[in-house]
């Protein structure tokens, strides 16, 4: 049979797949090869540790729960759930954790408020344990890459918490993409309902002062932050919403939505940002943004426009999608390409969808999003949102966050973490941490 020509199209998502194998080529040396006598060896279970242990964290000690749960820490003692696992010991300090059980530990949970993520997970990294730490990742763009880089010389096993990268979704996702079935795409929309009605934002700093409370280590949960007296306000979950802690709309959502997106076309780091916004005054974030990224071409792949809305703003509803849909719900995606369009993971309108031949699933499925991790643990293929995968969107997204502070358009250079045309966002990489905390 002659051969057929390749297609630009076809030979894009053969370079994708590469793209996609190198992610998961990476391998964990098992730390009971390297001699260490007192690791747990990747046929056994892991002894896990979990820092942050109430929201998210409560999911993580079930999950650490399926290996052997050795350790659960935070700085507020009702959410530690001690009697429930006794075996466990337990601490509201994560660095007096590991200084008492540094060689009890094969791999952490990280779900603290943003601004500890990078703290405690090089803390781990360094002393040679495997993290699986919720998103953002971290809190800042300079945070992102010394973590990665850390994590990449460590030759530990690395997770961020963003579950759907693990979905089938996300593998129909790319597989979609890569199949031609909407040509190449040059625009991306993406939307959530966060913040408001989730978590106050666009407020003032409370001006009471209550005491702190006897089981809260109020100190502890500052942390690297500057220090303010104890509110409620910031503590529990609350925290999300001040820059000084969380990383906004932006931080807790466009972690879990653009990084599928970002494997099925190759995005790495912007070349630009632009951000409007209802208006901060330096200490909330602003009660709703619309942020513009601008990602390079790729190869044969062209300039992508990434906007991202939160706050109850949205896109203009697609013409192709059809009337039973009703209006656009609170979240959601949709991908402009030059032969159509794909409406979270579907082609739109409905008829294309039903008339599509699904693509060969090339992509391997996995578990869960926790099996996943484990599975790089004990020696297996790296994760799905490894550090070194996810280290580069997660400096985008913080650097959105640089954009969105200022008011202004920022081109970005992502390699060496600056703004060409903004010298004031240079100031925003890379926090001061309060006196005794270093990173």
Known sequence: MPRTRRSPLALTRRQALASASAAFAFTVVPRHVLGDKEATAPSNKLNIACIGTGGMGGTHVR???TQNLVALCDVDETRIPGKKHPQA??????RKMFDAMAKSIDAVYVATPDHHHAFAAMAAIQLGKHVYCQKPMTHSVYEARRVAEAARAAKVATQMGNQGM????TRVLCELIWSGAIGHVREVHIWTDRPVKWWPQG?????????VPANLDWDMWIGPAPMRPYNPAYHPFKWRGWWDFGTGALGDIALHAIPPVAWALKLGRPVAIE???SGHNGDSFPAWSIIRFEYPQRGELPPVKLVWYDGGKKPPRPEELDASRGELPGNGRILVGDKGKIYGTRLIPEAKMKELKPPPKTLPRVPSHYEDWFIACKGGRASCSNFDFIGPIAEGVMAGNIALRLGKRIEWNGEAMKARNCPEADALVKREYRKGWTL
């Not at 010991?89 to 994560?94: A, N, S, V």
């Open 275 to 277: 951000a409007e916004h």
């Open 89 to 94: 010991r337990t601490f509201q300090d994560y």
């Open 166 to 169: 693990s979905s089938e979704d």
């Open 63 to 65: 999950e650490a729960a």
């Open 203 to 211: 407020v003032p700093r409370p001006a009471d002062t209550p005491a």
